[in-house]
Nanobody, 114 residues
Framework: QVQLVESGGGLVQAGGSLRLSCVAS????????MGWYRQAPGKQRELVAR???????NYADSVKGRFTVSRDNAKNTVSLQMNSLKPDDTAVYYC????????WGQGTQVTVSS
């Protein structure tokens, strides 16, 4: 059964840090690349980071150098460490497979105050 559960969001001041976590069903997690996406109010959902089954990572230019994605294959978990947060990072963050996404979870809200 497909399942994606995100957690770790919250309210943080600009310059602060948050660590997001996503627990996925094994059938999704082990098949390939996992990605973190976000959707800000009034904006399209965008991919911010992804990580392959072997640990290769890619980042959107807007988060490069500030965010770090990692995965624990034994625990079906993908994480997103977010440092030096900016107000523009405010969004609902989702995890999902990449490039083909499955049913979306509820996401976790990240709000960055200036």
């Amino acid at each position: 059964q497909v399942q994606l559960v995100e957690s770790g969001g919250g309210l943080v001041q600009a310059g602060g840090s948050l660590r997001l976590s996503c627990v996925a069903s094994r059938s999704l997690f082990t098949v390939g690349t996992m990605g973190w996406y976000r959707q800000a109010p009034g904006k399209q959902r965008e991919l911010v980071a992804r990580i392959s089954t072997t640990g290769t990572t890619n980042y959107a230019d807007s988060v490069k150098g500030r965010f770090t994605v990692s995965r624990d294959n034994a625990k079906n978990t993908v994480s997103l460490q977010m440092n030096s947060l900016k107000p523009d990072d405010t969004a609902v963050y989702y995890c999902n497979t990449w490039p083909t996404s499955y049913s979306w979870g509820q996401g976790t809200q990240v709000t960055v105050s200036s």
